[in-house]
């Protein structure tokens, strides 16, 4: 059973530009979080998702950032016009019920030129 | 203090001592679970405890939570090098935002052969 997976690990972009970051959950696990974590700091919720649905997107910033989890396919983080400040370590987690165990992907390393 | 932080910030012991790390928290919880992270890695679950628990052991690993403190313990016997890494904690919200998970900073623990 593979775990969570994200690509890519990591991406570089240009102020202005957009970031897609993909994450595909365990097997089994409907239930999708994304974190977000900046240097020296401890991981940040932004959103939660189950398939075709945001259940709570209270933690992403009110602009440039969406999230979807399809029906068929990855969660995707998608972030428009990056700024420099959204250079961070973004987080995907998976979990069979919200109230279990969350496991966490490896991580996409975002850089904003 | 915020929500999830550990103490130490950072700890450095030979290779044979036990390590122990604390989490203190602030609002009531469902669960606190341990993390691990090595440098520039994604995080592995370690242990999860429950509010109605009170100690729990896996391994070399040994935690203990006190609700009325709102504070938890995580203790690593007879440490190894490859035990280096940075420790976090993290919190529910409790109630419905069960999955909602809070991390602090974390604690770096080298662990010198």
């Known amino acids: 059973n593979a775990g969570v997976m994200q690509n890519p690990r990591h991406l570089v972009r240009r102020r202005g530009q957009e970031a897609r970051l993909r994450c595909s959950p365990m097997?089994?696990?409907?239930?999708v979080y994304w974190y977000r974590q900046l240097p020296e700091e401890g991981l940040k919720f932004m959103v939660y998702?189950?398939?075709?649905?945001?259940?709570?997107e209270s933690g992403m910033p009110k602009e440039r950032f969406s999230a979807e989890f399809p029906k068929e396919g990855p969660s995707i983080l998608r972030i428009q016009q990056v700024v420099r400040g959204d250079s961070a370590a973004y987080f995907c987690?998976?979990?069979?019920?919200?109230?279990?165990?969350?496991?966490f992907g490896p991580g996409t390393r975002l850089t904003v030129l | 203090s915020q929500q999830g932080e550990e103490d130490p910030q950072a700890l450095s012991i030979q290779e044979g001592e036990n390590a122990t790390m604390n989490c203190s928290y602030k609002?009531?919880?469902?669960?606190l679970q341990w993390y691990r992270q090595n440098s520039g890695r994604g995080l592995v679950h370690l242990i999860l405890?429950?509010?109605?628990?009170r100690e729990k052991h896996s391994g070399r690993l040994r935690v203990t939570l006190d609700t009325s403190k709102k504070s938890s313990s995580l203790l690593i016997t007879a440490s190894r090098a490859a035990d280096t890494a940075s420790y976090f904690c993290?919190?529910?919200?409790?109630?419905?935002?069960?999955?909602?998970?809070?991390f602090g900073k974390g604690t770096l623990l080298t662990v010198n052969p």
């Open positions: 987690a998976s979990s069979p019920l919200d109230t279990d165990t969350q496991y």
């Open positions: 097997k089994g696990h409907s239930h």
């Open positions: 993290a919190t529910d919200l409790g109630g419905g935002s069960n999955y909602k998970l809070t």
């Open positions: 998702l189950q398939k075709e649905n945001i259940i709570d």
């Open positions: 405890i429950r509010s109605n628990e």
């Open positions: 609002t009531s919880i469902n669960n």
